[in-house]
């Protein structure tokens, strides 16, 4: 994962990033589980690569489910891998399943 892309290891650490962060935030959530492991990989590329592209808009959070459950609860993540655009600390935009980047940046361009 790209520097750019911040890895809280525990809630209040994504919190932390969260009131830190000057803009939206993307964050993307992960699982352990095999199946959400082989996606979650499959998207680090796309992720630290829209990262980069979108350095100067937003903050990139990602963030492993079973380390982070409060933001989990709070944005509604029921799935792995999830993005949620978040706006001001609210979910302005979510999506469950892997996506390539033409996915992810037509996701971002439309919620920013």
Sequence with gaps: MARRVHQPRESEEF???LAM???PVLAYF???WPKAVEACKAMEP???D???AYAARLT???ADITRCPEP???YGVTGAPTIVLIKDGEAAATATGPMDRAAL???LDAGL
Excluded: M, N, S
Aim: proline fraction near 0%; charge should be neutral.
């Design 15 to 17: 919190a932390f990033i």
């Design 21 to 23: 962060a000057d803009g």
């Design 30 to 32: 992960c699982g352990t």
């Design 46 to 48: 796309v992720v630290a």
């Design 50 to 52: 829209v990262a980069e």
């Design 60 to 62: 990139v959070v990602k």
């Design 72 to 74: 989990v609860l709070r």
């Design 105 to 107: 940046t037509a996701f």
